[in-house]
């Protein structure tokens, strides 16, 4: 089985797009997820989620459970799928609940502040 850790991401961390900061948290959880690069989750009440649009996008996975996916609206441009959020995750990574990652790309920044 792939090895999860979720620890209190240290610090202040911001997500960008579009020239604006969705959100800035200083309560943002690191996942670490085997060998893959460890990911940012935002509580959902650090980011403007108007935006924001969900998508039809849904995928599974056998560790975390059932993500929904959301694209960034902003004033020039929608980035599609690029946020996902697990409703109801797997009780071992229950800390997610509520809270959004993103794809991070030329579009899109996560970063530590």
Known sequence: MTKITIRKAEGNWVVRAGGAILGESSNALELSEGDLAPV??????????????????????????????FSIVTKSQTIANTAWSYEAPVEPVARIKDHLAFHTSDLVAVERV
């Open 40 to 69: 940012i989750y935002f509580p959902r009440t650090d980011i403007a989620m108007a935006f924001l649009d969900e998508s039809e996008k849904t995928t599974h996975c056998p560790h975390k459970g059932d993500a929904k996916y």
